[in-house]
């Protein structure tokens, strides 16, 4: 399968800072990237869907002047948590879609954000 | 809106036993079914997927899914599970009409007993 990476895989911030995490497909282009977010033993809860050279589209309850998405290219997309607090501590999970592959989701490894 | 329901939170079996995980989904058009694992420690990896023709459809490791679209169901099988099979398991499902969308379930976590 295709392979999506994420930088950094583990982060640790002071309260108040902002934090950019890197999302990449490696061998494909990505027209759509998604981001989740997965709390300890729970699921994935969709964040933001976005797409190449337009803005995202963030689900119900979820800040976009806090959690600011760019997808600048094909293979890029970051996420930036603006003025983090210990409750955005928890699991960044980025996925990229590819039209043609029928919808099938490529998931990266993840980032563990930690708000001190 | 779409909503994806798993029946169990927890299951626990030993080695060789049978495995059916329960997968239920609320969405009235065509839909694209998947099933993710999560081992311990790593990133989400697909198992399977329906998107049309055989409602039975089989995965990596031997596991297996059926579409039933009368029940709005997409359980995961195995016929014998092994310890290595011990994970999260999340169902998810794309309604075609939302693009690239997918809902996840909220998890099963199976621990396998050596």
């Known amino acids: 399968g295709a392979v999506v990476s994420q930088h950094p895989s583990r982060v640790i911030c002071k309260s108040g800072t902002s934090v950019k995490i890197e999302c990449r497909s490696l061998d494909f282009q990505a027209t759509t990237m998604f981001w989740y977010r997965q709390f300890p033993k729970q699921s994935l809860m969709l964040m933001a869907t976005s797409n190449e050279g337009s803005k995202a589209t963030y689900e119900q309850g979820v800040e976009k002047d806090k959690f600011l998405i760019n997808h600048a290219s094909l293979t890029l997309s970051t996420l930036t948590v603006t003025s983090a607090h210990p409750e955005d501590s928890s699991f960044y999970i980025c996925?990229?879609?590819?039209?043609?592959?029928?919808?099938?989701?490529?998931f990266g490894p993840g980032t563990r954000l930690t708000v001190l | 809106a779409q909503s994806v329901s798993q029946h169990n939170h927890h299951v626990i079996l030993s080695e060789a036993a049978s495995l059916e995980l329960g997968c239920n989904y609320s969405y009235g058009g065509t839909v694209n079914l998947f099933w993710y694992v999560q081992y311990p420690g790593q990133h989400l990896q697909l198992l399977l997927k329906y998107f049309s023709g055989d409602p039975l459809v089989k995965g990596i490791k031997g596991f297996e899914a059926e579409f039933i679209k009368s029940k709005f169901s997409f359980n995961l099988r195995k016929p014998s599970v092994q310890w290595s099979d011990t994970a999260e398991y999340f169902c998810?499902?794309?309604?075609?009409?939302?693009?690239?969308?997918?809902?996840f379930g909220p998890g099963t976590s199976l621990s396998v007993i050596p």
């Open positions: 998810a499902v794309n309604a075609e009409t939302s693009y690239d969308k997918v809902i």
């Open positions: 996925s990229a879609s590819s039209s043609g592959v029928n919808n099938e989701q490529f």
